[in-house]
């Protein structure tokens, strides 16, 4: 039952990766605190264009689609639409790079 | 006319090679790199292609090199935060242990 040689599931299946199925509170607070930088960046850019009177396609596309932090559902800011999961949510953790893209909408009716 | 700061804030490491190309176009090679460009659309375009991976100022002029440098040295020199009289509490009633 104990010592070096004792029955686990990583050692006797080999491969075991363990991904808990929801975040821990530390990487909500992360994920929040990137989708603040994200929407300071948005805002930034916005300002410094307006000053010119200009506005970029881009830009007017994501303020029109995408809420910003403060707006998101805490549903949709750690899960995600899955279509295979069970209840069509998956946490967003299993969104590959999911540090470094934006997944904040879900598709119509969801 | 006013400048975008733009600093890489996370590496682009496994990101599509458009983005990655973004980023060069930019002149963000290494994480921690400070560019400035000018407040135009098409610099608008490439910092919203990469938002997620950059932090961004809007400053009246961009920085040279050197001053770059300078804001990141340390100050020469150093400060004493406290005495070493004034360290030793219980030296007035003799308890100080060796």
Known sequence: MFG???ITNSLSGGLLW???WRLSPTQKFRQRKRLRA????IATVTNALAKKG???KSLERWKSEMPTEAEMLPRDKYTMFDRKAKRYRKGIHKLPKWTRVSQRINPPGF | MSYFRITLHRSAIGLPKRTRAVLAALGLHRRGKVVFHPVE????GMIMKVKELVTV???DRPL???ELQDSRRPEKG???ETAARAGFKGEEEGEVRL
């Open chain 2, 64 to 66: 040279t090199k050197r």
């Open chain 2, 41 to 44: 659309a098409q610099f608008g």
């Open chain 1, 4 to 6: 070096p040689f004792r």
């Open chain 1, 18 to 20: 363990k991904i808990p």
């Open chain 2, 57 to 59: 100022e809007e400053v």
């Open chain 1, 54 to 56: 200009e506005t970029l």
């Open chain 2, 78 to 80: 150093f400060w004493v």
């Open chain 1, 38 to 41: 994200v929407d300071q960046v």
